[in-house]
Each structure stands twice: as C-alpha cells, then as structure tokens.
C-alpha cells in the first residue's frame, strides 16, 4: 500500500512538474506572439494613417483646385465685362454657399461619428483616438488569430498546460489593443501634424484667393 502511494505521489509530482513546463513554454510562446503582433499592428497602424491622410490631402487640394478654377472663371468673365458686377456677386456668393454646402455633405459622417467618439471618452481627442485605435486592433488581431488553423499538437499542448486555443488568442489580442492604445499618439502624431498644416496652409491660400477675387 505504501509503494502504491508513493508511486502515486511520483506520477501526481512529475504531472505537476511537466505541466509546469508547458506552461512556461506556452507563456514564452504568447510573450513572443504579442511582442511580434505588436510590431507588426504598429506599421500596419502609420501606414494605413499615412495612406489615408495622403489621400484625404490628395482630395482636399483637388476640390480646393476646382474651386478657385471656378471662381477663377467667374472673376475673368466679369473683368472682362461678360457679365455686371450685379450678376458676379450673386452668382459668386450662390457658388461659395453651394461650396460650403458640399464641404459639409462630405464631412459630415467623419465629424458625426468623431463627436460620438469624444462625447464617450469625455471629450479627449488623444483618448478617443486611442480607443478607436486599439479597439480596430483588438477586432483585427482577434479576426486574424481565429483564422490561422493550429495544429494537433499545438491544441494538445495547450490542453495540457491547461488553456485554451480560444483563451490564448483574446490573451493575445488584448495585450496587442492595450500595447496599441497606449502607443497611437506618438505613432500618428507627426502624420496628423504634417497632415494639418498641409490643408492649413491649403485653406489659407484658398481664402486669400477667394477675398482677391471678392474685391
């Protein structure tokens, strides 16, 4: 009975001890999945950022173009006397109305669903902008994981170490939204700041353009 017990105790010591292990090597094994996750997120985030501003710019100076062509046009047709200065500045002043209308057509869902992101995080830009940020990550790297099929023994050495495919991937997943969220404003600040004096010196052009025009 005694050798029974003692061989009992071996076995429960040595699972003990080899569950242990595995659980070292599995939590290895997710330090190193976020840590490259993490990289991974943080260039995917600048160069979606710097693709999406780049063509944000690339659409504002268009439209910015096209109007002061229009409004180009309008001053030549009433300096060279095609039309009465009565007729100019209704039609000018209808034209910039239906720009300001378009302007606001367009932007309108980005400052609807951004003053419903700021209304839910106390109105902190930075903040809003983090959370938005790590909760597109979290749905991403969530999305990704699922997809990528895991081997047989991959399933048994996690059963084993006592954890589940599924657990390991929301694990992973919100240690790479919460690296995400505490790094967005020093990864997209110099986009937003190159992309905000590009349309601010655009906009100021446009409006020394439109007040010649107007005198």
Same mark, same amino acid.
């Given at each position: 009975?005694r050798?029974?017990?003692?061989?009992? *105790?071996?076995l429960?010591? @040595?699972?003990?001890? @080899?569950? /242990?292990?595995?659980?070292? @090597?599995?939590?290895?094994? $997710?330090? /190193?999945?976020?840590?490259?996750?993490?990289?991974?997120?943080?260039?995917?985030?600048?160069?979606? #950022?710097?693709?999406?501003?780049? $063509?944000?710019?690339?659409?504002?100076?268009?439209?910015t173009?096209? /109007?002061?062509?229009?409004?180009?046009?309008?001053?030549?047709?009433?300096?060279?006397? =095609?039309?009465?200065?009565?007729?100019?500045?209704?039609?000018?002043?209808?034209? !910039?109305?239906?720009?300001?209308?378009?302007?606001?057509?367009? *932007?309108?869902?980005?400052?609807?669903? @951004?003053?419903?992101?700021?209304?839910?995080?106390?109105?902190?830009?930075?903040?809003?902008? *983090?959370?938005?940020?790590?909760?597109?990550?979290?749905?991403?790297? !969530?999305?990704?994981?699922?997809?990528?099929?895991?081997?047989?023994?991959? /399933?048994?050495v =996690?059963?084993?170490?006592?954890?589940?495919?599924?657990?390991?991937?929301?694990e992973?997943?919100?240690?790479?939204?919460?690296? #995400?969220?505490?790094?967005?404003?020093?990864?997209?600040?110099?986009?937003?700041?190159?992309?905000?004096?590009?349309?601010?010196?655009?906009?100021?052009?446009?409006?020394? *353009?439109?007040?010649?025009?107007m005198?």
């Amino acid at each position: 009975m005694r050798s029974i017990l003692l061989i009992a *105790s071996a076995l429960g010591a @040595g699972l003990a001890l @080899g569950r /242990k292990y595995l659980e070292r @090597g599995v939590t290895a094994q $997710k330090h /190193k999945a976020i840590q490259d996750a993490a990289i991974e997120t943080r260039r995917r985030v600048k160069r979606h #950022a710097h693709d999406f501003l780049r $063509k944000s710019f690339r659409r504002f100076a268009i439209a910015t173009g096209c /109007k002061l062509v229009i409004l180009g046009v309008l001053w030549t047709l009433y300096h060279t006397q =095609l039309i009465e200065v009565d007729i100019f500045a209704l039609i000018t002043g209808v034209v !910039l109305a239906l720009f300001l209308m378009r302007d606001l057509w367009i *932007s309108w869902p980005f400052i609807r669903l @951004g003053a419903a992101e700021l209304s839910k995080y106390g109105w902190r830009p930075r903040r809003a902008l *983090s959370e938005v940020v790590a909760a597109r990550v979290f749905e991403e790297v !969530l999305t990704e994981a699922r997809a990528t099929p895991a081997s047989r023994s991959t /399933k048994v050495v =996690l059963m084993l170490a006592g954890q589940s495919h599924e657990g390991v991937h929301l694990e992973i997943a919100t240690a790479v939204a919460a690296i #995400a969220r505490d790094t967005t404003w020093n990864d997209l600040r110099p986009f937003l700041i190159s992309a905000g004096i590009k349309m601010a010196a655009l906009t100021l052009i446009y409006s020394i *353009s439109v007040i010649f025009l107007m005198a």
